[in-house]
C-alpha cells in the first residue's frame, strides 16, 4: 500500500522529510548564507529604534509562555500601524486580515528563538507578504481597503471637499510602486523616514527624495 | 513621468523638499482638521487628505480582535515535536519573509561562497533522495492519502453467507461496527451474524444468543421481544447483546451479554452490591442496577473500554440528596462488573461537577477526559491521568468554545463551533497541560447538500489520521461527506464528496482505526427496531489490499479470574411461593392471619398494628395483593434501624435481594431489592412494568438513628 502510495505521489512525500533532516539541511543553509554574507534570522539585531525591547527577551529556553507573552505585548502595540499599512497595500480588509495574522504568527516564531523583533521587522515582513500577495493572484484594478474606505466617506466626517478626497485617492493609486509603498508607511503606519529607509532598504536620503517626489507629484498633478 | 523631478533640497520654500519632509508633515497633520478648509494651504489639504485616505476602514477593531485570537489558539512556537498541526500557517515562513536587504561583511571570497552553495546542494540533494529511496523501500508511518473507492452495500442480504440466513430481511436488521478489530455484526430476529472483511461476507456468530429465559411470562397482545440490540464499545472487540420487550410502553433493555466470535459463552455483566469509590469515602447512594446498565450501554453509546477497564457515564434517579450523589457520574470496572468504581467521585466532591461525556485513551486506560457541564451553560474540558484520583481542568481555548473529541498519546483533541475564519469550525489539539492548545486543521466546510442540522462524527487513528463524517437525516434519505486529515497534514482532504441515500441510514460507525483498513459505514446505529434499509461501507483504502486476518478473541473478562456469575433480578425463578403470607405481593388476605385483624379500613387500606407501630397496606383495586406498605412507629417507642430493617425483611418475598448498596444513614435511606416472587405477584402488563423490583425508604427522626417511619412499596427501576 505504502509503496504504491509513495509511486504515485512522490513530490508529497518531499514535505514528509523527518525534522531532523530538516535540521541537517537549515544547518547547512545557515552555513551557505554565512559564506555570503547573509546574517540569518536568529542573528538578527533588532532594525529601529522603536523596537521593542524586553528586559528578559524571548528566547526558546524561556519558553512558550515568554514568547507569547511578548508577541501578545508586540500585537497590542504595533498590530494597529501594520493592519493600517496592509489596508492602504491590499483591495480587502480580510485580505489585510490574513497578512496581519501570517505577520505575527512569523513574530511568534521569532520571539520562540531569537531577539525580539520590531515594528520595522514586522513592516518588512508585512511588505514581503503583500508582494507575495500580487504574485499570488493577478494584480487588481481595485483600490486599497483603506482608500475604498475613504472615498466612500462622506464629507461631514472630514473638514475636505468629498471630491477633493477622492481625487487625492485617484492619484495616488496611479503613483509608482514605490512611491505609493512609501506613502503607506509614511501615513498608515505612521514611520518616519529613517524607519522607512530601513524597512525599504534604501538611504535615508533617497527614502526622503522618494516621499518628497510623491508628494511634489501629487501636488503638482491636483493642482491641474 | 508627468514632469521632471528634481531633488528641492535647495529650494527655501519647499515644504516637500527633501531634508525638512519629516517636520512638515507632522507640522501639518499637526492642524487641527477644522483649520484645513478650503480656503487652507493646499498642501496641508493634500497631507490631511493623505492622512484620511490611509486610516483604518470600519470593521478594523474586529479583524484585530480575530487575529489576536487566532494568534492565541496558534500552535506553540516552541514544542517542535514533529512539525504537524499546522493548520492554515506553514511552517518556516517568518524565515523566508525575512527582510532581503541584510548586508555585512562577507566571509571568504564569492568563489567560495559559491562552491559552499554547490556543496551545500549537493548534500541536500543526496540526503533527500536517500530519504525518498528509504521510503520506497520500508515505507512510512506517515498515513498516504486517503484513496476511497465509493460507498458499496456491505448489508449481509447481498453478502455472502456461510449458510442460509436464518431470518427474513424485511424483519429489520441490526448491525453493530467493532472500531477496534473493524467486525461488523448483524442481527435479524435472534440471530446473529458477523464479518470480519468489511460485509463482503458474513458467518453465523458463535455462541448463538442464548434462548430467552424460561421465566418469561407470556407477553401481552401487541407486545413483541426484541433480542437484537447489538452494541459495541470503542476498546472491545466483540459486542453486547440486549433484548427488550417493546410496545408497553416501557423499553427497558435486559442485557443478554458480551461475546466475540468464537467464544465459549457470552459473559454476563454482573451487578454487585459492593460498588466502591476510586477513592474513600465510598461511594455510598450510588444506584448500580442491571437496567441502568443496561439502558446506558445500549442506547447512549458513551461507553468505552480501555486496557480491560469499562467506563460509562450513569444516570442517577434523585432519589438521593444532590450533594451525595450527582444525577449523572462516571463509573468504572476493572472486571466486566464484579466491581464498579466512581472516577469522577473527586472531581464532584472538589467542584460539584460531573462528566456528561467522556473519552478514555486507548492505550491508557488511567487517562480519561470528560467534558463537564460547568451550570452556567458553558461546558470545560478535565482530565484525569491517574483514573480519578485527581482531576486538572484544561484551558479553554481563546478562539471558540471546545467539545471534546478524543485523547490519544498524543493529547486531546477537541472541537470548536463554526469561527469567523472557519465555518466548519476548528479542529483543535492540547497536547500535555504545559502547552496551549494546537490548531490541528479547519474542519472542511459541509457541503451545499448537507443542510443545516449537520451531525459530525470525528474519530482519530492509532497512526494518528483524523477521520470526520457530516451527516444530515430526513424521514426520506441520508446525506454523507467525509473528509481525512492524514497524520502531518494541515487541512482535511475529501474523501468521499457529499451522497444522498435513499432511504434514510442509520448513523455513522467508523471501524479498524487501532491499525487495521480504517472503514467508515452508514447505518450501524442502534435503533428501536432493526432497519430494513442497507450497511453502506466506504473503505479508505483500495479494496485490492487484503484485508486484515481477524483472530477471534476468546470472551474472557479483562481479569485473570472471571467473576463467578451473580444472580440477577431477571434470572431468579419466577414463583409465587416466594411471597410470604403477610408480605410484600401476598394477598391482603393473609395478613390478618400473620398481624391480627386490621384495626381499622379507611379508604380501603387495611391497618394493622405490630411491633409497636401500625401497618398501611396498599393494593391495587381489584388484585388483592399488598403491593406497597407503611410501618409507623408509635412516638412512644425507639425503634433502631437495624430492627427496623430486621422488620421490613419479614414483610418481603423470601427471595428479595438487595442489588445495591444504601443511601448513607440520613434521611431518607433508599434501599433498593428484586424479587421474582414480586414479579409473579405483578407481572408486566398487569400493574406495573417492575420486573420484580421494590424499595424500601427509612426514615429517621430528628435524632438521625432511631426510625420514624419507613415505606415499602414496588419501584420501576433504572
Redesign the interface.
Known amino acids: 500500500m505504502l509503496d504504491a502510495a509513495v509511486s504515485v505521489r512522490a513530490p508529497e512525500t518531499c514535505r514528509s522529510l523527518p525534522p531532523s533532516l530538516w535540521r541537517w539541511a537549515a544547518a547547512l543553509w545557515h552555513w551557505v548564507l554565512l559564506s555570503r554574507g547573509e546574517p540569518p534570522a536568529a542573528r538578527q539585531p533588532p532594525e529601529t529604534a522603536t523596537s521593542v525591547t524586553a528586559s528578559n527577551g524571548c528566547h526558546r529556553a524561556q519558553g512558550e509562555v515568554d514568547a507569547r507573552a511578548l508577541a501578545d505585548r508586540l500585537y497590542q502595540e504595533h498590530a494597529h500601524a501594520v493592519l493600517a499599512y496592509l489596508c492602504a497595500r491590499l483591495p480587502a480588509l480580510h485580505d489585510a486580515e490574513d497578512v496581519l495574522a501570517d505577520v505575527f504568527l512569523a513574530a511568534l516564531a521569532q520571539c520562540a528563538t531569537t531577539e525580539p523583533p520590531g515594528i520595522g521587522w514586522l513592516l518588512t515582513v508585512a511588505r514581503r507578504r503583500v508582494a507575495d500577495f500580487y504574485r499570488r493572484r493577478r494584480a487588481t484594478a481595485d483600490l486599497p481597503a483603506s482608500f475604498a474606505a475613504a472615498a466612500a466617506m462622506g464629507p461631514e466626517e472630514h473638514a475636505l471637499r468629498a471630491e477633493e478626497l477622492r481625487e487625492v485617492i485617484a492619484r495616488v493609486a496611479l503613483l509608482p510602486e514605490d512611491q505609493r509603498d512609501a506613502l503607506a508607511l509614511r501615513f498608515a503606519a505612521d514611520m518616519r523616514s529613517p524607519q522607512i529607509a530601513a524597512i525599504l532598504g534604501k538611504s535615508e536620503e533617497a527614502t526622503r527624495a522618494l516621499l518628497s517626489r510623491a508628494l511634489r507629484r501629487l501636488r503638482k498633478e491636483l493642482a491641474q | 513621468m508627468?514632469?521632471p523631478?528634481h531633488?528641492?533640497q535647495h529650494e527655501p520654500n519647499e515644504p516637500?523638499?527633501?531634508?525638512a519632509?519629516?517636520h512638515e508633515?507632522v507640522s501639518f497633520l499637526a492642524l487641527p482638521?477644522?483649520?484645513?478648509?478650503?480656503d487652507s494651504d493646499?498642501?496641508a489639504?493634500?497631507?490631511?487628505?493623505?492622512?484620511?485616505?490611509?486610516?483604518?476602514?470600519?470593521?478594523?477593531d474586529a479583524?484585530?480582535h480575530?487575529?489576536?485570537a487566532?494568534?492565541?489558539a496558534?500552535p506553540?512556537?516552541?514544542?517542535?515535536d514533529?512539525?504537524d498541526d499546522l493548520g492554515d500557517?506553514s511552517a518556516g515562513?517568518?524565515?523566508?519573509?525575512?527582510?532581503?536587504?541584510?548586508?555585512?561583511?562577507?566571509?571568504?571570497s564569492r568563489a567560495?561562497?559559491a562552491m559552499?552553495?554547490l556543496a551545500?546542494g549537493l548534500?541536500?540533494a543526496l540526503?533527500?533522495g536517500g530519504?525518498?529511496a528509504l521510503?520506497?523501500s520500508r515505507?512510512?508511518e506517515?498515513v498516504?492519502?486517503p484513496?476511497a473507492r465509493g460507498w458499496r452495500d456491505a448489508s449481509i442480504t447481498t453478502a455472502r453467507t456461510s449458510h442460509p440466513l436464518d431470518f427474513h430481511s424485511s424483519d429489520g436488521i441490526s448491525y453493530a461496527v467493532a472500531t477496534t478489530g473493524g467486525t461488523v455484526y448483524a442481527c435479524g430476529s435472534g440471530h446473529l451474524w458477523y464479518s470480519t472483511d468489511g460485509g463482503a461476507t458474513y458467518q453465523s456468530f458463535t455462541p448463538e444468543l442464548p434462548p430467552p429465559p424460561a421465566i418469561e411470562q407470556p407477553l401481552p397482545s401487541g407486545a413483541t421481544l426484541d433480542r437484537c440490540v447489538i452494541v459495541t464499545v470503542p476498546g472491545l472487540p466483540g459486542v453486547f447483546a440486549f433484548e427488550r420487550v417493546i410496545g408497553l410502553g416501557q423499553d427497558l433493555p435486559r442485557a443478554i451479554g458480551y461475546a466475540t466470535p468464537g467464544s465459549n459463552r457470552w459473559q454476563d455483566i454482573p451487578m454487585t452490591p459492593n460498588a466502591q469509590s476510586v477513592n474513600p469515602p465510598p461511594s455510598q447512594g450510588i444506584l448500580l442496577d442491571p437496567y441502568s446498565i443496561a439502558q446506558q450501554l445500549a442506547y447512549d453509546g458513551t461507553a468505552q473500554a480501555s486496557q480491560g477497564w469499562l467506563y460509562l457515564p450513569l444516570h442517577q434517579q434523585n432519589n438521593t440528596p444532590s450533594t451525595q450523589v450527582p444525577n449523572l457520574l462516571l463509573i468504572g470496572t476493572p472486571d466486566f462488573g464484579g466491581s464498579w468504581y466512581w472516577i469522577d467521585s473527586t472531581l464532584f466532591r472538589q467542584h460539584a461537577l460531573s462528566c456528561a461525556r467522556v473519552v478514555v485513551q486507548p492505550d491508557d486506560a488511567r487517562r480519561i477526559a470528560c467534558e463537564v457541564d460547568n451550570g452556567d451553560g458553558t461546558h470545560s474540558i478535565w482530565l484525569t491521568t491517574d483514573r480519578g484520583a485527581s482531576w486538572v481542568s484544561l484551558p479553554a481555548p481563546s478562539i471558540a468554545p471546545a467539545h471534546l473529541a478524543a485523547i490519544t498519546s498524543r493529547g486531546v483533541y477537541a472541537t470548536t463551533d463554526p469561527t469567523p475564519e472557519a465555518s466548519g469550525g476548528l479542529l483543535l489539539r492540547l497536547p500535555d497541560l504545559t502547552?496551549?492548545w494546537r490548531l490541528v486543521a479547519p474542519f472542511p466546510s459541509p457541503a451545499a447538500a448537507l443542510a443545516a442540522g449537520t451531525e459530525r462524527e470525528v474519530a482519530v487513528g492509532r497512526d494518528g489520521a483524523v477521520y470526520v463524517a457530516q451527516r444530515v437525516s430526513d424521514e426520506a434519505s441520508t446525506t454523507v461527506q467525509v473528509d481525512m486529515l492524514p497524520k502531518?497534514a494541515s487541512r482535511f482532504v475529501s474523501v468521499a464528496p457529499a451522497r444522498r441515500f435513499t432511504p434514510a441510514r442509520g448513523g455513522v460507525a467508523f471501524g479498524g482505526l487501532d491499525g487495521q483498513t480504517p472503514t467508515v459505514y452508514l447505518g450501524a446505529a442502534v435503533s428501536f427496531k432493526g432497519s430494513v434499509a442497507p450497511l453502506e461501507r466506504l473503505a479508505l483504502?483500495?479494496s485490492s489490499?487484503p484485508s486484515p486476518v481477524y483472530t477471534p478473541v476468546p470472551t474472557v473478562a479483562p481479569t485473570a479470574e472471571p467473576p463467578t456469575p451473580r444472580p440477577q433480578c431477571a434470572k431468579v425463578p419466577i414463583t409465587l411461593a416466594a411471597n410470604r403470607p403477610g408480605g410484600l405481593g401476598a394477598p391482603v388476605s393473609t395478613f390478618p392471619a400473620v398481624w391480627g385483624q386490621p384495626k381499622a379500613n379507611p379508604g380501603g387500606r387495611e391497618i394493622f398494628t405490630l411491633a409497636g407501630g401500625t401497618l398501611t397496606l396498599d393494593a391495587p383495586a381489584g388484585d388483592g395483593r399488598a403491593s406497597g406498605m407503611t410501618y409507623t412507629v408509635y412516638p412512644n417507642v425507639t425503634l433502631s434501624l437495624a430492627q427496623a430493617q430486621s422488620l421490613a425483611r419479614q414483610l418481603m418475598p423470601t427471595d428479595a435481594r438487595e442489588i445495591y448498596i444504601g443511601a448513607p444513614v440520613v434521611h431518607p435511606i433508599a434501599h433498593a431489592y428484586c424479587s421474582g416472587g414480586l414479579w409473579a405477584a405483578f407481572p408486566p402488563g398487569t400493574y406495573d412494568f417492575t420486573m420484580g423490583t421494590f424499595e424500601v425508604d427509612y426514615y429517621t427522626r430528628t435524632d438521625g438513628k432511631s426510625v420514624d417511619h419507613f415505606t415499602i412499596a414496588l419501584a420501576m427501576l433504572g
Open positions: 508627468s514632469a523631478e531633488d528641492s516637500f523638499a527633501a531634508p519632509l519629516d508633515i482638521p477644522a483649520a484645513v478648509g478650503a493646499s498642501d489639504r493634500l497631507i490631511h487628505a493623505l492622512a484620511i485616505a490611509h486610516r483604518l476602514p470600519d470593521g478594523a479583524v484585530l480575530r487575529v489576536r487566532r494568534l492565541s496558534a506553540s512556537p516552541v514544542d517542535a514533529d512539525g500557517f515562513e517568518g524565515l523566508a519573509s525575512l527582510p532581503p536587504h541584510w548586508s555585512s561583511a562577507r566571509h571568504g567560495t561562497a559552499r552553495t551545500a548534500v541536500i540526503l533527500a530519504y525518498l521510503l520506497r515505507g512510512t506517515q498516504p492519502p484513496q502547552a496551549g502531518g483504502v483500495p489490499l
